[in-house]
């Protein structure tokens, strides 16, 4: 089998398990448009009930964090809110993510300057953030994948899920480890979120000419290429 054809096969497994993260957001985003929410929402009280909480621990989930995040209207009178529960590493219990989202407070978290949220509502459309590591909320080295939630043509915030790198990782090295070369799979920034090549690290920058030497493929729904890499120089180094 040529590479062009085992890179394709590795970039369908990408997008396999994008797309089972997103399931999860969609159905977070579904809960969070149930007529009785939506009112809950705008009167600025929480909407998402117990089933959106126990996606969380549904056998195989990704995620580790997932919620909605709502759009502010201080015209309204509607400040900054989230509600988001994610798994405690520790004792696997689910607990609420409380950042301090008082403008005045100097640990103050304006989550709407984030890219997370900022191009959901700039684009209409979902993305991926990461991996970067989660300051304000878990501490952990993520990947964060979001999708704009509309009422009536207006945004009113975004459904979202956090996946661990490393889980990602982990998941998705049973498919690309095997490749006949290695592979990095970047995002738009050409940053690496996974890489089964011992040269390039997750969180790094690929240099343009690494980028330019393969045949990068783009990994439809989400905003990465896999891009396979020549590692014989460090071989014979």
């Known amino acids: 089998m040529t590479l062009e054809r085992e890179v394709a096969r590795g970039t369908a497994a990408v997008t396999e398990v994008a797309e089972q993260v997103f ?22 009280r929480p909407v998402l009930g117990d089933d959106v909480r126990e996606l969380l621990l549904r056998p195989g989930q990704l995620a580790v964090g997932l919620g909605l995040v709502v759009a502010p209207r201080p015209e309204r009178g509607l400040p900054l809110r989230l ?7 520790d004792g696997g219990r689910l607990r609420t993510l409380e950042p301090d989202l008082k403008p005045t407070s100097l640990g103050y978290y304006d989550y709407t300057a984030t890219e997370w949220f900022d191009v959901p509502r700039r684009t209409g459309r979902r993305h991926v953030m990461g991996p970067y590591v989660d300051v304000h909320g878990t501490g952990r080295y993520l990947l964060t994948l979001t999708e704009p939630v509309v009422v009536d043509g207006e945004f009113v ?9 490393r889980r990602f990782e982990t998941h998705l090295l049973r498919e690309l480890g095997p490749l006949p070369a290695p592979v990095v799979l970047v995002n738009e920034e050409d940053r690496v979120v996974l890489s089964t090549s011992p040269r390039w690290l997750v969180g790094g920058l690929l240099p343009p000419d690494v980028l330019a030497a393969g045949p990068a493929t783009d990994v439809p729904g989400v905003p990465w290429r896999l891009v396979p890499v020549d590692d014989r120089s460090l071989l014979s180094a």
Do not use: F, I, K, S
């Open 83 to 89: 509600e988001w529960w994610q798994v405690d590493p």
């Open 23 to 44: 399931a999860t957001v969609a159905e977070v985003h579904a809960a969070a448009l149930r007529p009785a929410a939506w009112n809950g929402t705008r009167a600025g």
């Open 157 to 165: 915030g975004v459904a979202g899920a956090d996946v661990p790198v």
